[in-house]
C-alpha cells in the first residue's frame, strides 16, 4: 500500500476512532458511543449551515439583493422595474425574518405567517405532483392491453415469456388487491374479504422482498465500514513500518 | 388576525401553486420558479430557529449542570467550528482538502456510515421476531426476505447452481422484485398519492390546522 502522509494518517486515525466508538454501542451505551454521538450532531449542523449558506441563501437571495440594490447606482433599466426587483427580492427574507418572532411568547404568532407561505406554496406543488405521479402514472400503468398479457402466455414463446405474462397479472391484480386491503370503509368479507386477502398476501411478499434488501443494504456498509478499518490498519503499518 | 391571516396565506399561495400547474405560460413558471425559491430562503430562517433552539437546549444543560451536561461542551464546540470554517472560507466546499471537507470526509461521513452499519445488528435481532413463521403472513414475509437475501449473494446460486436457469435463487429474486414487489409498491403508492391529495386539499382549505398549533 502506498504510504500515507502524517495529515491523512491522522484524519485516518480520527475517522477509526469515531468509527470504533459508534461501534462500541454494540455492548452498551457509554461514554465513548455518547461523544460521538455529540460530536456528530455538531459537525453535521455546521457543515449544514455552510452547504446552505454557501449554495442557497447566497445564490438565491443576497446576491441577487446585492445586485438590485446596486441597480440603482447604473443608469439601466427604469427606477419602477429597479424597485420592483428591490421587492421581490425583499420579501422573502422579510417573511423569513418572522420565523424569529417564535423566541418571544408574546410576538409568536407572527411566526405563523412564514409556516403557512411554506405550507401553501409546499401543498400547492405537492397536489398535482403526487396526483399525477403517484396515482395517475400507477393506475395508467396499471391498464395493460390484455391481449399483450395473454399474448405472452399462450403464444408459446417460451418460459421467459410465460412467467412474464404471469408477472404482469400478479402486477395488475396483487395492486388492485393491495389496495381493497387498505379500504376499510367496507367490511372485509364475501369477495372484497377475499381481495383483501390476496392484497395483504401480496403486501406480505413485498414487504419481505424490501425487507430483504434493506438487510443486505446494512450489511454492505457494515462490511464497507470493516474494510475502513483493515485499511486504517494496513496503512499504520506502512506508516510505522517504514 | 392570528388564525385568519395565516389561513388565507394558505389558501392564496396553495390553490395558485396547485392551479399553475396546469398554466403552460412564461409567467406562470416565472412565479412557481420565485415561489419556491422564496420557500427555500424562508426554509433557512426556519433552520436558524431550528440551530437556535439546539445552542439554547445545550447552553440550557451547561449552565445547570444537567445530566451528562459535558457532552453539550462537544456539541457546540463542533457547531461553532464548523459554522466557522464553513462561513469563513467561500470555497471551501469545491476543494476536497479544505479543512471543511476533511471533517467531512473524516468525520462526518464515517459516523454516519456507521451508524448505518450498526442497524445491520439490530435489523438481524428484528429479522428473527419477524421472521418466526408463525402465521401464513409471518412465512410470506420470511420467505420472500430470504430468497431475496439469498439471491443478492453468491451463496444463493451456489446451493440452487443444480436448478435449471430461471428457478435458481438469483432469478426467483428478481422475480419477487419484478413482480409481487411491484404490486405491494403500486397499491402502497396510489394510496399515499391519495393520502397526499386529500392532505394537502384539507391544508389548503383550512380544514386541517393542526400547522397553527395551539393558543389564539
Redesign the interface.
Known sequence: MEQVSLGTMF??T??AF??F???S??YRDNPFY????????????????????????TD??IDPLVASVTAFGTAEGSVAGKTGMLI?NI???A???L??S??FKKT??I?????????????????????Q???IR??A??MMDPRSIFGMIFAGGG??DF?QGI??I??????????A??YFSAEHKGVFGGAAKL??????????????????A??S??I??LN?LIEWVRALNGFFGS | MRREVPLTIVFVCGAFMAFQYFVPHHVSATIYQYALNWTIIIGIFTLTVGIGSLINLHYDRISKRKERWQYSIVTLVALAYMTILGLLSPNALQDPKSLLMTMYFYVLSPVQATMFALLAFFIASAAYRAFRAKTLLATLLMLSAVIVMLGRVFIGDFLTGWLPEGMRFSDVARYILDYPNTAAKRAIYIGVGLGVGVTTLKIILGIERTWLGGGK
Open positions: 484524519w485516518m480520527v475517522a469515531l468509527t466508538c459508534i461501534f454501542f454494540l455518547r461523544f460521538a454521538e455529540h460530536l456528530v450532531v455538531g459537525i453535521s449542523a455546521g457543515y449544514w449551515i455552510a452547504i446552505l449558506y454557501h449554495t442557497s441563501l438565491l437571495w421581490v420579501t422573502p427574507g417573511i423569513g425574518v420565523m424569529f417564535r423566541f409568536s404568532w411566526s405563523r405567517w412564514p409556516i403557512a407561505y411554506y405550507l401553501g406554496v409546499s401543498a400547492g406543488v405537492a397536489l398535482p405532483l403526487y396526483l405521479g403517484f396515482v400507477q393506475v400503468a396499471n418460459a421467459a412467467f408477472g404482469e400478479i402486477i395488475i391484480i396483487g395492486s388492485i388487491c393491495g389496495l386491503y387498505f392484497g395483504i398476501w401480496i403486501l406480505m411478499i413485498g414487504f419481505g422482498a424490501t425487507f430483504g434488501y434493506t438487510v443486505m446494512r450489511i456498509l457494515l464497507g465500514r475502513y
